[in-house]
């Protein structure tokens, strides 16, 4: 599975759009990239996932590099409900191993 | 609502004790589930992988006898913490996925204190 990495901090003002960026150069043609977030002390929540083509749901988009070596979470509105630590991972078959993620203030 | 349930979500307990901690489906079947540990302000380190009725796979540094797997039905997975000591307190999480390249759902995990 393809390591990746992640910034370890980033702030947004509340009501902008977030861009989480991942790097994973490593990735393998079969990998998908997954994006979680945790909220202090719960388990992760799944937002978004895709393997090449960009992808958009209720909760986020995602935007992959032409090459696949890194890829970006938008979050179009931010919210101070949003303030979580995003992870990204690649995933071959089901094993997830997780960086350091991205530790997301949104600002009031 | 949640499709993966973990039981119990906080423990106490005396050093020396054994600990299991649940992880279920609540909706799907789930041959292979996922266990992790997080200590405070660090990222989820993947344990172990429980596969249905065959021996789990631990990950390098993990030790099998000191957590115990066993996933005995398509919906039930469980760890147990055995001979718990003070450095075995942490935050474990459980997942499964659905299916081939579907999503993973966690559990909201188990916060293990051991006295």
């Known amino acids: 599975d393809a390591k990746t990495t992640q910034p370890t901090s980033m702030d947004c003002a509340e009501g902008r759009a977030a861009n989480l960026p991942c790097n994973h150069s490593?990735?393998?043609?079969?990998?998908?990239v997954y994006w979680y977030r945790q909220i202090h002390s719960q388990g992760p929540q799944y937002i978004i996932h895709?393997?090449?083509n960009n992808e958009t749901n209720e909760m986020a988009s995602l935007i992959i590099t032409e090459d696949r070596k890194s890829s970006t979470l938008i979050l179009p509105h931010a919210t101070l409900r949003d303030t979580a630590v995003y992870y990204c991972?690649?995933?071959?078959?089901?094993?997830?191993?997780f960086g350091t993620g991205t530790r997301l203030k949104v600002l009031a | 609502g949640a499709v993966v349930s973990q039981h119990p979500s906080w423990v106490i307990c005396k050093s020396g004790t054994s600990v299991k901690i649940e992880c279920r489906s609540l909706?799907?079947?789930?041959?292979?589930m996922f266990w992790y540990r997080q200590f405070p302000k660090q990222s989820l380190m993947l344990m172990a992988t429980?596969?249905?009725?065959?021996?789990?796979?631990?990950e390098q540094g993990v030790e099998k006898d000191k957590f115990l797997i066993n996933h005995a039905s398509l919906t039930l997975s469980t760890l147990t913490v055995t001979s718990a000591h003070p450095e075995d307190s942490s935050f474990y999480i459980c997942?499964?996925?659905?299916?081939?390249?579907?999503?993973?759902?966690f559990g909201d995990g188990t916060r293990l204190s051991i006295l």
């Open positions: 909706d799907f079947q789930a041959t292979t």
């Open positions: 490593t990735i393998s043609g079969n990998e998908y």
């Open positions: 991972t690649a995933v071959g078959t089901y094993k997830y191993i």
């Open positions: 997942s499964a996925p659905r299916g081939p390249n579907q999503p993973q759902h």
């Open positions: 429980s596969n249905e009725g065959s021996k789990a796979t631990y």
């Open positions: 895709g393997l090449k």
